[in-house]
């Protein structure tokens, strides 16, 4: 099954809905928090591929379903993050669609 953006926001959004008695709500005042606890997820990803190697992160069933847990947590984060700062799907794809086709004339 492919995710959109946009399925992973509603997916975000009700799941801070279900807690928001418990974490941090979701605004812009609490947005560099999120992208500090994300950062800190990717520094999870890191080790694991650090402690395994890259080859064996990719390939070892394990290993490789940590790394893809731990990649999934660092999403959470960045859904969070478009949501406190009320970005939508379709303005992130057209920043990523411009720098796409920046790099691609690049060298």
């Not at 890191?46 to 402690?51: A, N, P, R």
Request: charged content about 35%.
């Amino acid at each position: 099954m492919d995710f959109s953006i946009n399925e992973m926001l509603e997916m975000q959004k009700e799941l801070q809905e279900k807690y928001k008695h418990k974490w941090e709500p979701i605004c812009a005042e609490t947005g560099r928090n999120k992208m500090l606890w994300m950062i800190g997820e990717i520094g999870e990803v890191i080790d694991v591929v650090k402690q395994n190697g890259g080859t064996k992160a990719s390939t070892d069933v394990k290993i490789r379903k940590e790394l893809v847990e731990e990649l999934a947590d660092v999403l959470m984060y960045f859904n969070d993050i478009l949501l406190c700062y009320n970005i939508s799907a379709e303005e992130l794809k057209e920043a990523y669609t411009t720098k796409f086709e920046k790099n691609m004339k690049r060298w």
